[in-house]
């Protein structure tokens, strides 16, 4: 065997080689130096990897809000009411109550309006004396009057009144509308307005007519 096939030499070429080499990572001077043996390997950190310090952080966090919301749902919904707390009993049987109902308006009273009694129609048909020098005025709307005259004098206005005159006057004034006089005999007949109309029985009275379709004649 020769002395490059020793296997002892050749180990120890191997050793010597070895222990020149530089160490890893780059160069260095002295001789290796190798870690000891009860110090903990420091795991690095490989680029682009998760920081296992921020993941911890966040678990940690999550847990904390779960229990936060834990106790406070059971704060709300899972608390019983304590001794001496008045709990409001529910009665079930009890027929519901029913709605509050608007109360019908008040009807208003009818007022009933006053009955105005008519005025009375004046037929005086009693005969009125006119006495001489005296004056009687008749008017009004649709009166029947009946007057004796022994002298005095009769003025006569107002609408559709019926006027007789028995005796004799001294004067006859007749005005208004659509007025019928009739008389025995007068001195003198005076008429105006509007269709009215005069009727005399006997003598020549002086006669001054005026107004519109107003008559004066013997009848």
């Not at 990897?49 to 749902?73: E, K, N």
């Not at 008429?191 to 109309?197: T, V």
């Amino acid at each position: 065997m020769s002395e490059s096939e020793d296997p002892e030499q050749r180990i120890r070429d191997l050793e010597q080689s070895a222990s020149a080499a530089p160490p890893p990572g780059g160069f260095h001077d002295g001789p290796y130096e190798a870690p000891p043996f009860d110090a903990a390997p420091t795991a690095a950190r490989q680029p682009g990897g998760p920081d296992r310090r921020g993941v911890s952080t966040l678990l940690f966090g999550l847990g904390l809000l779960i229990i936060v919301l834990a106790g406070a749902a059971f704060l709300l919904f899972g608390r019983e009411p304590t001794a001496g707390t008045p709990v409001a009993a529910i009665d079930h049987s009890a027929p519901p109550r029913p709605p509050a109902s608007t109360p019908a308006p008040t009807p208003r009273p009818r007022l009933t309006p006053p009955v105005i009694p008519s005025p009375p129609t004046i037929d005086d048909t009693s005969p009125t004396v006119v006495a001489d020098g005296g004056s009687v005025s008749v008017s009004g709307i649709a009166e029947h009057r009946t007057l004796t005259c022994t002298g005095g004098t009769v003025e006569i206005s107002g609408i559709n009144n019926t006027v007789e005159i028995t005796g004799h006057c001294e004067r006859v004034t007749v005005s208004g509308i659509e007025n019928v006089i009739t008389l025995d005999s007068a001195d003198v007949i005076e008429a105006s307005g509007i269709g009215s109309r005069v009727t005399y029985h006997s003598g020549e009275p002086r006669i001054d007519s005026s107004g519109s379709d107003v008559t004066v004649q013997p009848g």
